[in-house]
């Protein structure tokens, strides 16, 4: 099993297809070529980064299909800063006012005014994130400054600035406190276990003694599930394709933040699976640890009714860590038919098909959804990350022609947009603290403490164990 080390549904609308709405106004036409601009049955699928840009802007009789806006604003970051391309977002709006001005037409230069105003609310909706950098920040003051003084006898434009901004200050500063959070906040601690008696007393409380009901702890889980991944942004995954790709020399100054909620959501799949593994293990009698392993595997199986597939391949992960599988005459008591049903649910062969049939069915319930429970669903992070990976190396940023392509990032941005749908859904679950705060705060066991747990349950078998066993006494011994 694998083991590995968000306001925007309004622009997107129920999919994300690149066709061009009807009624938006087009920039030369829908089909055939454009300028810098190519078309494909009414959806454009390459251009020049200058023609993309302006692609982007309004003018008095179009503007942009918000799939594009959204699409565009969300890969263009793989080719050029945000405060960038925003400061050319302000030259483009600076030459179309100027020849509006000549025009004398005010009605004109209002309605194109409120379109800047309506693209830069989007923009600030969609990824508040991209101002926090202050270059962005004063190339929007910039903007909305000569906005404002083409309105500035009834001051409409004026106020939806002000609302803006002020959304966007929220926005900023909500976000800056929940980074304070995390940074407040550890990761369980790593317990190494007594020198050669890693065994805890009997009386030591573990998660039988805190929550007995598989369906609760799953619904637990889910609640942490939804609460990590909330915290992930659109620009936070498409790091997946900026990070990894060399030809990229334009890094903004907060990736290293932004790409934090991935490795903390990353990081809580890892503990979820040492947590189980230190469940079982640290169980001294073997009746109960069966029982452990049992309990595991019905919470498992729960997950995956709940639509939780994250949570439920790190505890089919934590059971498979080298360890717990050791432990034949555990397994041998436990009643394994429905641990083979999840294994097989999530069989690695033909690029986890049995998986991606389970989560395209749980797909298709959330969307005929008639209640919050029946539209959770959680994907294997680690295997969409791998998705959007390979989406990105199989086909080339470039055409030939020097075009970016731009069909690539309509299919990154689907699959980005559907998995931020899933991400929206309210937990419908009751939260229980006393179970969470066991959950994320248990001290779970290092590998060498999981080893010796294991081996002092079920002594070492073959050659192989035993020599493992020494050099594990010999370490512990010396360390001492």
């Known amino acids: 099993m694998p083991q590995t080390s968000v306001v925007f549904s309004s622009i997107l609308g129920p999919s994300c297809s690149g066709q ?256 189980v593994a230190t469940e079982v293990c640290r169980v001294v009698k073997k009746k109960h640890r069966t029982r452990m392993l049992e309990f595991f595997i019905d919470v498992a199986r729960e997950c995956f009714n709940i639509g939780n597939f994250n949570s439920m391949m790190a505890i089919i992960s934590g059971m498979n860590l080298s360890p717990v599988a050791r432990l034949k005459k555990t397994w041998s008591k436990v009643k394994t038919a429905k641990f083979d049903v999840l294994e097989h649910h999530m069989d690695p062969s033909s690029n986890f098909c049995n998986y991606r049939t389970a989560l395209q069915g749980a797909t298709q319930r959330s969307q005929m959804a008639n209640s919050s429970r029946e539209k959770i669903v959680i994907p294997v992070f680690n295997l969409f990350v791998k998705d959007i990976y390979f989406l990105h190396k199989i086909h080339t940023n470039h055409l030939p022609n020097g075009h970016i392509n731009f069909k690539k990032f309509w299919d990154i941005s689907r699959q980005i947009h559907e998995f931020m749908t899933w991400t929206q859904v309210e937990c419908p679950f009751e939260k229980d603290k006393k179970i969470q705060s066991y959950l994320l705060t248990a001290p779970i066991y290092s590998e060498e403490a999981l080893f010796i747990a294991s081996f002092e349950s079920e002594g070492p078998e073959n050659h192989m164990e035993k020599d493992s066993w020494k050099t594990l006494r010999t370490t512990l011994l010396n360390r001492a």
């Open 20 to 275: 061009v709405q009807p009624g938006m106004g087009e920039r030369g036409g829908g089909a055939g070529s454009s300028g810098d601009l190519v078309f494909q049955d009414g959806r454009l699928i390459s251009g020049s980064l200058e023609a993309l840009m302006e692609h982007l802007v309004p003018t008095v009789d179009y503007y942009p299909d918000r799939t594009y806006i959204f699409t565009f604003l969300l890969s263009s970051r793989v080719f050029i800063p945000p405060h960038d391309l925003l400061a050319r977002v302000g030259q483009i709006c600076l030459e179309q006012r100027q020849q509006l001005e000549a025009g004398s037409d005010k009605a004109r230069l209002k309605s194109f005014s409120a379109k800047i105003v309506q693209l830069l609310k989007e923009w600030t909706e969609a990824f508040p994130y991209d101002f926090q950098d202050e270059k962005a920040m004063a190339e929007l003051k910039a903007i909305t400054h000569r906005v404002t003084q083409c309105d500035e006898e009834n001051c409409t434009v004026k106020k939806a600035i002000a609302q803006m901004t002020q959304s966007l200050l929220l926005s900023l500063a909500a976000r800056s406190q929940l980074q304070e959070l995390r940074e407040k906040l550890r990761s369980p601690a790593m317990d190494k276990g007594p020198i050669l008696k890693a065994k805890p007393p009997a009386a030591q409380k573990d998660i039988l003694g805190v929550c007995c009901d598989p369906l609760v702890l799953a619904q637990q889980l889910t609640h942490i599930e939804l609460e990590r991944v909330s915290s992930i942004h659109p620009e936070d995954l498409m790091q997946i394709v900026s990070h990894m790709d060399s030809r990229d020399k334009h890094r903004c100054r907060g990736d290293l933040i932004k790409t934090y909620s991935l490795e903390a959501y990353d990081n809580w799949f890892n503990c979820l699976s040492m947590l």
